[in-house]
């Protein structure tokens, strides 16, 4: 069986971050293993605190991973501090490892600050150099790019920028714009709109970290980059579609549905009809 492995904090109120990387790589058909970078003491009304794992811990949980069940891909989310985010570049270079998935995140749907200005610089530094792939949102895509952005030809034109500068792909989330949900992806020959429909519900929390796990899900099975951004568009929105409403706040995401509306993955991936999810059909 292919395995992923996210790299990124946990969020207590179940929505984001480890936990939603973690159901969003199993119903996409891998394995999923975790390094946690932070706690936070997280619901969906905001962030109330945040715990960083030490350097020292950060190294071993990733070398018990690598050592042990290697990952087909990794996945990055929240990483607050600089001496985090150089754990991680060293650790996955001394692992060569492949297929890796940067969601640069900086603040919570909440609004809650989740990196330090310092650490968005080695972020820059170290991770990108080795990304395969960055998935900033619109407000991130603005830090990275230098430039604000108001219209598609601006998430153009900063896409653009940020895939120059950097030997990654660059997929520009498009859940901020006020119409369309529409993503762009820019690779070194080609650049591609994966238009979405914009639904209607409030309930957006750990949008962006469902997104890039299963991007990296589906690396790890092997789909090619934008066969992978494809299947994740498709999997984020069924899981807006299937309009869960918890929580006082912006509530998580639900991921107990399938694309056909059935049936999960079996081990190898595939859609099968005898693996049924509970509370799939309801
Ligand atoms: N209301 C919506 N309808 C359809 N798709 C949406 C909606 N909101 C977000 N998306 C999609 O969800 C994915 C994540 O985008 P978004 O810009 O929300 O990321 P983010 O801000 O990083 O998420 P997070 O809330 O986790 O920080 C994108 O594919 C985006 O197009
Ligand atoms: C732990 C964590 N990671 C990422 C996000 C971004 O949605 C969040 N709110 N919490």
Known sequence: ??????????????????????????????????????????????VFDIMEASPEFLTKEIDAIFTDIRPDAVKIGMVSSSALIRVISERLQFYHAEHIVVDPVMVATSGAKLINDEAIETLKEELLPIAEIITPNIPEAEILSGMPIKTADDMMTAAKKIASDYPCAVLC??????????????????????????????NTHGTGCTLSSAIAANLAKGFSLTDSVQRAKAYISGALQAMLDLGQGSGPMNHAFDLNGEFVYNSDGKASPEFRCAGGNQ
Do not use: E
């Not at 292919?2 to 891998?30: E, F, H, P």
């Not at 293993?33 to 706690?39: D, E, G, M, V, W």
């Open 173 to 202: 989330k498009g859940g901020h714009h006020v119409n369309d949900a529409d993503d762009l992806l820019v690779q070194k020959d080609s650049v591609q709109w994966f238009k979405g429909r914009r639904i209607d519900n409030p």
């Open 1 to 46: 069986m292919y395995s992923a492995c996210s790299i990124a904090g946990s969020d207590s109120g179940g929505g984001a971050g480890i936990q939603a990387d973690l159901k969003t790589m199993t119903l996409n058909g891998v394995f999923a293993t975790s390094a946690i970078t932070a706690l936070t003491a997280q619901n969906t009304t905001g």
